[in-house]
């Protein structure tokens, strides 16, 4: 089976969004055909992002504005799965919460109140409103047994003049004062992959990662068993790849590469064949 006829078998796509459809407020090459590729194969498909701070509607005018019209339904935060976990922990449970609009709005919707007297979470997540009190607020709250959640354990993200602090870094101060770990739902906890699967309505066999860096999305592919393609328009670079005990099964320089059925490299084996595939291979 070769490279475009496995990716026809594929139904369910789960792409990254930084470093995979955009970097900063620039869409990459290849993203317009990967797009079109997608919704003329009747493709499923999600946008993932590890960053909890904007909404789905947010993130869709953010796209908008680059020139891609994708509907709100093709969006999936760490918020989302942080919503979506608490939900199955605890639902209709009570959170205070340091972060944006995406997370708040995601644990409303989820049948969560706020409380910042006696909740039963701690949730952090990306914001640029933070302040001392509020995480003494955090610290005090966890102390008295608040468990204490953070949407994604990134510690740097992508800022329009470098780096910003992202919600492992905001989340740390609150760990070192109370000396308790927080849980982390975003990528590479593969929670995230299994509930984004559950919204695509695809078998992990019929779907597909591709993501731009080593340790988040491929990590999260391999521990999902989600075969994965590496695109090389973000962090990781060929060069990296030595370093990793695990490899994507595929890399591209960018996802034009996907409808064009072009690699810079494949391990010319593909793990999770889906069930009707292996079926039909076998009869021809
Ligand atoms: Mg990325």
New binding site residues.
């Given amino acids: 089976m070769d490279l475009s006829e496995m990716l026809g078998r594929k139904k369910g796509i789960l792409s ?5 459809i955009y970097h900063g407020n620039q869409l990459l090459p290849g993203v317009t055909e990967f797009v079109s590729w997608l919704k003329q194969n009747g493709k499923q498909f999600l946008f993932l ?2 960053s909890s701070e904007r909404t789905p509607r947010e993130l869709r005018e953010k796209l908008t504005r680059m020139g891609l019209d994708v509907g709100v339904e093709h969006f999936y935060t760490s918020a989302l799965a942080t919503a979506a976990f608490l939900e199955s922990q605890h639902a209709g449970g009570t959170a205070y919460v340091i972060g944006g609009n995406g997370l708040v709005n995601a644990l409303y919707e989820a049948g969560f109140a706020m409380n910042d007297v006696n909740p039963d979470y701690v949730v952090v997540g990306e914001t640029h409103s933070y302040s001392y009190d509020t995480i003494t607020l955090a610290i005090n709250l966890v102390q008295r047994g608040a468990r204490l959640i953070g949407t994604n354990p990134d510690l740097t993200g992508p800022g329009e003049h470098g780096l910003v602090p992202a919600t492992g870094a905001i989340i740390s101060p609150i760990e070192l004062a109370t000396g308790r770990k927080a849980y982390f739902v975003g990528k590479p906890n593969p929670l995230m992959m299994r509930q984004a699967l559950k919204r695509l309505g695809c078998t992990r066999e019929e779907s597909l990662i591709v ?3 080593m340790d ?2 491929i990590i999260a592919g391999i521990e999902s068993e989600i075969d994965t393609i590496l695109v090389l328009s ?2 990781s670079t060929l060069e990296d790849l030595p370093q990793f005990p695990y490899q994507p099964h595929f890399v591209m320089n960018n996802v034009g590469d996907i409808p064009a059925g072009r690699t810079v490299r494949d391990i010319p084996r593909f793990s999770h064949v889906p069930e009707s595939a292996t079926k039909d291979s076998k009869r021809s």
Avoid at 16 to 20: K, L, S, T
Wanted: charged content about 35%; hydrophobic content about 20%.
């Fill in positions: 990254d969004m930084d470093g995979v992002t590890n993501g731009d860096r988040t999305d973000g962090v």
